[in-house]
């Protein structure tokens, strides 16, 4: 069994994937977020204000090849998350069942403020960068993925009401 999660950034995407990685006996959780291509000259950037800065929000922040190896590699049962993760059709292939987290804008702009000041930048820093960077590319990229998914869950919902939402979806694949 592979679960695949998608969802805009600070959705509650890894939160629910942690949680069911506990949850189900055996099972190891993939955040795609360690397949970055931070340290790759040719990875994705965008300005923001007035600063080149790697582009966490592109499709082409992830080294998918590394990232499938990994995945393969792993045994079931899988649980994936990344924002991306019903961008490719490589990754949906593998999913026994597939996850949309969704959650309004302002929420996620609040809590990716929260998850990431001071340690990626004053609030407004991490404000800018959610707003030049990461809303647009939920719009352009993330957003249109959810037709894909199986389950589409409320991200402002309780952890414990997502897994019982995913744990009835489970029961019909």
């Keep these: 069994m592979t679960i695949l999660i998608a969802g805009g950034s600070c959705s509650g995407k890894s939160t629910i994937a942690r949680a069911l990685a506990e949850a189900i ?4 959780h993939i955040p795609l977020d360690q397949f970055f291509r931070r340290d790759d000259p040719k990875g994705p ?19 998918l090849q590394a990232a499938l190896q990994a995945i393969q590699n792993t ?11 019903l961008f490719y059709a490589e990754l949906r ?9 969704d959650c ?23 404000a800018d960068y959610y707003l030049i960077c990461a809303r647009p590319a939920y719009t352009q990229y993330i957003e249109p993925t959810r037709h894909f998914a199986d389950v589409v869950s409320d991200g402002n ?12 979806a489970l029961e019909f694949f």
């Design 104 to 126: 309004p804008d302002d929420i996620r702009a609040i809590r990716r403020i929260l998850r990431d000041s001071p340690g990626r930048g004053t609030p407004q820093e991490v």
């Design 25 to 28: 006996p055996g099972a190891t």
């Design 45 to 63: 950037q965008i300005e923001v204000n007035g600063e080149l800065v790697f582009d966490c929000n592109h499709p082409e922040t992830i080294d």
């Design 93 to 101: 292939e593998l999913a026994t069942l597939k996850v949309f987290v």
């Design 157 to 168: 919902r309780p952890t414990e009401q997502l897994l019982a939402h995913i744990a009835n």
């Design 75 to 85: 045994p079931e049962p899988r649980i994936i998350d990344s924002h991306f993760g």
